[in-house]
């Protein structure tokens, strides 16, 4: 038995002896929970994410938009001194064009992102716009 390798349709787990595969117990990390929810031993849920974080439930949804800006928007938008988690996911809503998160404009023919203006401050539109124009 010693060096024998599973079939490939048994996964190599972390199981008891001679299960071939997890033993479920509700995940006390959250790579726990991770591998629970790949697995199929638990069903992903924003609010137990956040508990096993010690996260609000809003700083994990930030912390998603925040995570959907294109990286060199984000880096200019850190180097420029915004640091706000509420500002930075403002940014992310108005580039998804999501009602309500800003006013975008568009243009007339093509329906591209001409510029956005929203809820944060007069310097952070402006790096946002002139990042839109240099696209």
């Given at each position: 038995?010693?060096?024998?390798?599973?079939?490939?349709?048994i996964?190599?787990?972390?199981?008891?002896?001679?299960?071939?595969?997890?033993?479920?117990?509700?995940?006390?990390?959250?790579?726990?929970?991770?591998a629970?929810?790949?697995a199929?031993?638990?069903?992903?849920?924003?609010?137990?994410?956040?508990?096993?974080?010690?996260?609000?439930?809003?700083r994990?949804?930030?912390?998603?938009?925040?995570?959907?800006?294109?990286?060199?928007?984000?880096?200019?938008?850190?180097?420029?001194?915004?640091?706000?988690?509420?500002?930075?996911?403002?940014?992310?809503?108005?580039?998804?064009?999501?009602?309500?998160?800003?006013?975008?404009?568009?243009?007339?023919h093509?329906?591209?992102?001409?510029?956005?203006?929203?809820?944060?401050?007069?310097?952070?539109?402006?790096?946002?716009?002139?990042?839109?124009?240099?696209?």
């Amino acid at each position: 038995m010693a060096g024998q390798q599973l079939p490939p349709h048994i996964p190599a787990g972390d199981g008891s002896p001679g299960s071939h595969g997890r033993n479920w117990r509700p995940a006390e990390t959250m790579a726990e929970y991770e591998a629970n929810c790949r697995a199929g031993l638990e069903r992903y849920s924003e609010r137990r994410a956040a508990e096993l974080l010690g996260w609000s439930r809003i700083r994990l949804y930030r912390a998603r938009l925040m995570a959907e800006l294109p990286d060199d928007l984000f880096d200019r938008l850190l180097a420029d001194g915004v640091s706000s988690s509420r500002e930075l996911a403002a940014v992310a809503r108005g580039l998804r064009g999501e009602a309500g998160a800003c006013e975008s404009e568009r243009c007339p023919h093509c329906g591209v992102l001409l510029r956005l203006r929203g809820p944060w401050r007069p310097s952070t539109a402006r790096l946002v716009n002139d990042w839109i124009a240099s696209r």
